[in-house]
């Protein structure tokens, strides 16, 4: 894609107070079904599409499908999910990847498939981890030292990620180490700095897009500060909104002025700020009042996975992903029970408990940055 048309769309949504605010995504929504507006707003694992006990049982044992089976083009056409998050089990080696995310996108009968990956570099990089990708890691976020290293890290992996044909990257990570027995960021930050956090992130992105590999800036508010892992349970801030603004939201707001496409909520709770134990990705404070309306973001605002302990915990399928959608997210990660939280956003909206404003806001949000793709 044309670097300067990039730019141009980035500016025009950052212009419009309704990002999907143009003739072309407000007919796209015109011809879409309430279905397919509601699967638009569900990003899923390969597996989540198979719809049958052999979904479940690949979760299981920690695997997951090499390949586009008729169980899961049955699966995409019931469900139009907006994209599909690749995992190291999913990538084997070249030709299998390409293979499979070529049949994902001519499987899908609506608008663009995204083919998404966590793919930060160190530890969590699926293609870089796996010798048969052929590609090198760029390593670990915790030993960049120079603006000029976060871009190229940025730079290295959208190339390859472009070269897979890939179009969304969760990264990079602008979380600040602020509590060094962090274990779930502290090799993943870029330090204890918040500015140069946010600076390093900057960077990271405009290597991404050299590549116009679509970025998303991650975890806010902040998941740097305390040690709990939302992956096993809930994960409890006690800082207070002076804290955050003093801290993290500095390395953020950084961050986002390097045009990020989205920006994943964490969940996180913060009874100080909110007095409720509501996780920040489903909390309308954080996602609305603050990250929207306080920050000024205003592209996709994307839930960290609803399959994780912080969220099945406490929270059902639909109830999850109804709350998240209200709050302001404009994309559903991975719940557990795909089947059960479509339906929920689905009889949501047609009981009123969702409104056609919000849906159509979250879906044209997402189909503007489709339209933007190659």
Not at 175 to 193: A, C, H, I, T
């Amino acid at each position: 894609m044309n670097f300067l048309k990039k730019s141009f769309l980035a500016l025009l949504c950052m212009l419009n107070t309704t990002a999907w605010a143009n003739d072309n995504v407000q007919h796209q929504l015109q011809q879409m079904s309430l279905e397919e507006k509601v699967g638009q707003l569900f990003f899923v694992r390969p597996e989540a599409l198979i719809g049958d006990s052999s979904a479940a049982t690949l979760l299981a044992h920690n695997t997951g499908t090499t390949k586009v089976t008729h169980s899961m083009r049955k699966g995409i056409k019931r469900y139009p999910v907006g994209g599909v998050v690749l995992f190291g089990k999913n990538i084997k080696h070249p030709a299998q990847t390409r293979t499979l995310i070529k049949e994902l996108r001519a499987a899908s009968r609506n608008s663009r498939l995204i083919i998404a990956v966590d793919e930060e570099g160190g530890t969590v990089a699926r293609l870089a981890n796996n010798p048969e990708m052929q590609v090198i890691n760029v390593g670990n976020m915790c030993q960049v030292n120079s603006s000029t290293k976060a871009y190229l890290a940025g730079h290295r992996i959208g190339k390859y990620l472009r070269d897979y044909d890939f179009d969304m990257d969760f990264a990079p990570v602008a979380d600040v180490l602020v509590n060094p027995e962090n274990k779930l960021v502290n090799k993943r930050s870029f330090g204890n700095d918040a500015k140069t956090c946010g600076i390093y992130a900057q960077e990271y992105i405009k290597g991404l897009h050299d590549y116009s590999i679509m970025s998303t800036v991650k975890h806010f508010p902040g998941h740097g500060g305390w040690e709990a892992d939302s992956h096993i349970g809930l994960s409890e801030s006690l800082a207070t909104l002076e804290d955050l603004r003093a801290q993290e939201f500095v390395s953020f707001k950084k961050a986002l002025a390097g045009d990020t496409e989205a920006v994943m909520i964490a969940h996180m709770v913060f009874p100080k700020i909110t007095q409720d134990n509501v996780p920040a990705s489903l909390n309308r404070y954080f996602i609305t009042d603050i990250l929207r309306e306080e920050i000024g973001f205003k592209g996709l605002i994307i839930t960290d996975s609803l399959g994780m302990e912080a969220i099945v915990k406490y929270f059902g399928p639909a109830e999850a992903a109804v709350m998240a959608l209200n709050a302001g997210a404009d994309i559903l990660l991975m719940p557990n029970d795909l089947a059960l939280a479509y339906k929920g956003i689905l009889e949501a909206v047609q009981q009123g408990r969702v409104s056609q404003e919000r849906l159509d806001d979250a879906v044209g949000k997402l189909l503007l940055y489709k339209n933007k793709l190659k």
